[in-house]
């Protein structure tokens, strides 16, 4: 578990690196007044990023358990079962469980 977090660590500090870089890279090849010389020039270093270091490669994980879990919307930094045994155990004020 710890080799997962410290890779999703890298992984982020990588992307946080090149994020300026590749929005540069992806207006001026969406921006319609720049010759197609310089748009290709653009294409070509895109293609030439790596794609290891994609938003999309990123794992959302669990403050307390660091495990990969779908998370709540409204607890964006616990998991499910993590938040199910926060409000199980009255920690998170205001919070109870439903019933009708």
Known sequence: MKKQTQ???RIRKL???RELNYVILKSIVKNE???L???WNAILKLSNLSGRHNKTKFVSRCV???SKA???RTFKKFSRLSLLR???SGTISGLKKASW
Request: avoid cysteine; charge should be positive.
């Open 15 to 17: 992307f946080n690196k």
């Open 37 to 39: 010389i310089t748009k």
């Open 7 to 9: 890779k999703d660590k």
């Open 64 to 66: 307390l358990t660091d």
């Open 70 to 72: 779908k998370l709540s």
């Open 33 to 35: 007044n720049l010759s």
């Open 86 to 88: 926060l409000a199980r």
